[in-house]
């Protein structure tokens, strides 16, 4: 194995306004040998996702990066060689392998995945995207058939199931994107309701011509003006699910947060509640059911933005955190 | 009965800043005459709420309040004559008397209220302010034994039960009251574990060191700055009750809301829960029995700040929202 290289690539340096490829340098190095407990992984498919931004300021729910280290992100692999005895060379496996060709990781860190094709869809809508939405409008967001469903960042990979789903639960479904290209998108390719381009207009009056029976889930993946937009419009007993802050990942954080709060979660007796998809891998079977089921009955799209080369991870993430993709982007190794 | 006249306090015009004196006015006119369905009340005492303030923003859970009318309250008093089959002289009421000697009410809008001595308590305990405590505390909040429960306004009607119920419930409690006897009556008094003085230092710092281990439920009454301190110290799935934000009525609301929102709520997997204690009315029996017997056990402490005369009903209720109230604060008749 040692006579190939393992391309590798580094945070530098921890970003202090918005992100850059200078942040970023490849470097190579001998392939790792697996240790007792471990596995060395192939990588197939390195996931691309808004809170590997948010990673860089500190610990969240995970310890932050730290800078001269390969920076980290979940990925799709293949074992190549096993130390433990729960994997064996072949099984494909998710875990955070970082962004580099071959990682020796942890056995305890490694999930073993079904190998369907397209692989994909393992890092799609089989994998954190798609349960992340799943778990977070259902469990949290709780949409009652003829309720109405506002969703942010609603193109990307996480929004674009959620509005999705909600449409299978036969709400009316409201998604914020920014450009008139994807709002047309979501209205005419996922069937979407409505859409709201922040980039555009006023959000908060657009979101009342679209919702004009007021909201009664909001699907928050933004934070920011946008939460600020959506909270005087929530019904009484709304629910808002929190799944990220988007908007204040890449850059300095906001000093203020969005205005309403408490008074409005009072007054209209909101839920704000936030989660993490990990806190309902027990109802993971559940869920991988009803989305194949969704997705084999042509009722729901998998939405995949798939980019070549190790090179490109830097710039792809920094589109992404710009809103460039149309549902889960990835790249390809 | 026109023999009497009936002293009325209106509201001559909503303060665009802090309430003040000059706002309200005294006026005499005839007692009223119930109309069919209606009862007429002498009111014995009248209700103060920080709330009170936040009816003259807007419409709230109820329509605002508006100029050159009576001012709106909560009061008990003692039917004088009714015309509607549900109600009889001498029946004691609890409804929106408004700030006035007698008032003619809607019976659907009345609860007939058990003859206890004192009568305050049912203002205090037994009303709203106890009912609040209880029901946000046990419903929204849910503290476990051992768990940290924190409540800002902690000498105030509603945060002095929260604080003794939550010891009760075996948990370590501190409260945020303003002013170093506030705090001293805290921990000698109601038995608070801690008190952090929120005019006195740096409200982040000295929670801090009076919640080592973190808050699992924070009681919200005022929102604002103390909200924004609280939030970073939240331990995973905390709670926090949405109860009101006292810190924004007075005055001009808030430009901004606190930091944090929803980037800790994500990575916490915090609950934010508004709530209103009219949700909970079902539940009512099992909370007043509860109150009852800890009342009566000796282990709730019932604290009423009672001021005689109708005329002093402004400077009181001015006086409450500068915090300078202990326990339950409401006006003799």
Redesign the interface.
Request: with cysteine; charged share 20%; hydrophobic share 35%.
């Given at each position: 194995m040692t006579s190939k290289t393992n391309r590798q690539i580094l945070l530098v340096e921890k970003p202090t306004g918005k992100l850059a490829p200078g942040n970023f340098k490849m470097s190579e190095t001998s392939i790792p040998e697996p240790k007792a407990g471990e596995v060395l992984v192939r990588v197939r498919y390195i996931s691309l996702d808004a809170a590997n931004r948010a990673w860089m300021h500190g610990a969240?729910?995970r310890s932050a990066v730290e800078a001269n280290t390969v920076m980290a992100g979940g990925g799709i692999g293949e074992v190549i060689e096993s130390k433990d005895p729960g994997f064996a060379p072949g099984d494909i496996v998710f875990g955070d392998t970082g962004w580099q060709d071959y990682a020796a990781v942890p056995a305890r860190h490694l999930a073993k995945m079904p190998r369907i094709e397209p692989l994909t869809h393992l890092l799609s809508i089989y994998g954190i995207a798609g349960l992340t939405a799943y778990f977070g409008l259902l469990n949290i967001g709780r949409p009652k058939a003829g309720e109405t469903v506002v969703v942010s960042a609603a193109a990307g990979s996480v929004g674009s199931i959620v509005g999705q789903i909600a449409k299978i639960k036969d709400c009316r479904v409201v998604g914020i994107a920014g450009g008139a290209d994807k709002c047309n998108w979501l209205t005419s390719e996922l069937g979407f309701d409505a859409a709201v381009d922040y980039k555009g207009g006023n959000v908060y009056k657009d979101l009342k011509a679209a919702a004009p029976k007021g909201i009664d889930v909001y699907f928050?993946n933004v934070?920011g003006d946008i939460?600020?937009a959506c909270l005087p419009q929530m019904n009484l007993y709304g629910r808002?699910a929190?799944?990220?802050?988007i908007s204040?990942y890449d850059g300095v954080?906001?000093?203020?947060?969005?205005?309403?709060?408490?008074?409005?979660?009072?007054?209209?007796?909101?839920?704000?509640?936030?989660?993490?998809v990990m806190?309902y891998m027990e109802q993971r079977d559940q869920a991988l059911s009803d989305l194949q089921s969704w997705v084999q009955s042509g009722r729901l799209k998998v939405l995949e933005d798939v980019i070549d080369g190790l090179e490109k991870t830097p710039q792809a993430l920094i589109g992404l955190l710009a809103g460039e993709n149309r549902g889960k982007r990835m790249i390809r190794l």
């Open positions: 969240t729910y928050d934070g939460l600020e808002i929190c799944c990220g802050a204040q954080p906001s000093e203020t947060g969005p205005r309403g709060v408490p008074g409005l979660i009072v007054v209209k007796r909101l839920i704000m509640q936030g989660f993490i806190d």
